[in-house]
């Protein structure tokens, strides 16, 4: 089972900084999903990167997949209170689909 | 919305008892997934079902079973609870899984808490 690490693990923040959260994995990554889950709700998915060296923009979210497919980042520009969450990490090895292993998470914080 | 319900969204039962989550997938969804999500384990895959079989398993217990019926809602079943058992309980829907970048839409969870 690959393993997905995240960090930071918590991250609290004034309204309009920049942000970027990490996900790492030892083994290459076949494709990367991006979710993030606010309090009371279920994860609802922001992006899926396949190819090494992509990035795709969401409004002020920018997702990256490194070039060797180990590692993706999501930067946040000038975040807002609605941004805060759960964001979440996960890949389901390109052997079993839908059968999603996540990373733990980074609780990011905004406050006004 | 995601159009995933499950039901019920709270749930307090004591250890030694047998509780039933049960989710709804999104019209026309085949493919229902049944995720445990703890602070200390994060959200971990427990099992799959597609058209009414089993097709994945994650680390699910075995004191846990599930099923997915004809009109393709699921049941989750989690006997002999034991405090650690106390989780949020997720259900995910997709239409087939037919790719490795498969959307999943996932339901509001059920929280046990067990006592």
């Known amino acids: 089972t690959q393993l997905l690490e995240q960090s930071p693990q918590f991250l609290s923040i004034q309204e309009g900084e920049n942000l970027t959260v990490y996900c790492n994995s030892s083994s290459v990554f076949s494709s990367l999903q991006w979710y993030r889950q606010e309090p009371g709700e279920g994860p609802v998915l922001l992006v899926t990167v396949v190819t090494g060296g992509e990035v795709k923009k969401l409004k002020r979210l920018t997702f990256q997949f490194g070039d060797a497919r180990k590692d993706s980042s999501l930067h946040i520009t000038a975040a807002q209170p609605g941004d805060t969450g759960l964001y979440l990490c996960?890949?389901?090895?390109?052997?079993?689909?839908?059968?999603?292993?996540f990373g733990q998470g980074t609780i990011l914080t905004v406050h006004p | 919305d995601s159009g995933v319900t499950q039901t019920p969204k709270h749930l307090i039962t004591a250890t030694g008892q047998r509780v039933t989550l049960r989710c709804s997938p999104r019209?026309?969804?085949?493919?229902v997934y049944w995720y445990q999500q703890s602070l200390d384990q994060g959200l971990q895959f427990l099992i799959q079902y597609y058209n009414g079989e089993e097709r994945a398993k994650g680390n699910i217990l075995e004191r846990f079973s599930a099923q997915q019926f004809p009109d393709l809602h699921s049941e989750l079943n989690l006997s002999s609870l034991e405090l650690g058992d106390s989780a949020l309980y997720f259900c995910?829907?997709?239409?087939?899984?037919?790719?490795?970048?498969?959307?999943?839409?996932f339901g509001s969870g059920t929280q046990l808490s067990v006592l």
């Open positions: 019209s026309g969804d085949l493919s």
């Open positions: 995910a829907s997709s239409p087939f899984p037919q790719a490795s970048n498969e959307k999943l839409f």
């Open positions: 996960a890949s389901d090895g390109g052997t079993s689909y839908g059968k999603l292993t």
